[in-house]
């Protein structure tokens, strides 16, 4: 059962020493670093500062964040939604959820070579069942339909894409 939240979960963060705030528009020359930093200056993420694991995850921020077409977006919390995934043993935490005017998307950017593992497809089966559970809803109440990309690292490329371009190319409609 999907039922909505009534607010966005707080993020804690803890800094590295040697490491501090960076603002996401800044490059990071060494990109293993990313994960080590923690990001401000967004104007339309729901949490003021952000952490990211890779590359491709910061770019997809910019690219969101720069995007006409976003109207909001964020990197859910841990606790923000119960998906649930291996068998209802796992928890699966969505890497970013981005509204625009007429839909909202729970996207996954991964690794190219990762896309056909197991736990992938694990997990894009559990999106889009949550998805479709959250549309119902919505649909009931006067809301926006959701859905589920799969976006390749690779392709996530700043100054080049748009969001429009990862809901046209990479919504999944199966696992």
Known sequence: TVLPF???EPWNF??????GRKNFRETIKVTADIPKYLFYGF???CHPEYK???????D???ICEEDAAVLRWMRPAKQQFKIYWNRQHDLYQPDFIVETSEHIYLCEPKSAGELDSSEVLGKTE??????TEATTFNEANSGKP??????????IIPMQRSF???????????A
């Open 126 to 131: 559990a999106a889009l069942r949550f998805c």
């Open 60 to 62: 997809f921020a910019q």
């Open 14 to 19: 803890s800094l590295y020493k040697n490491y």
């Open 52 to 58: 990211f694991q890779s590359k491709a995850e910061k």
């Open 146 to 155: 959701w859905a589920y990309l799969l976006i390749p690292h690779s392709d």
């Open 164 to 174: 429009a371009y990862f809901a046209t190319t990479y919504q999944k409609t199966k």
């Open 43 to 45: 104007g339309k993420a």
């Open 6 to 8: 009534t607010r966005i």
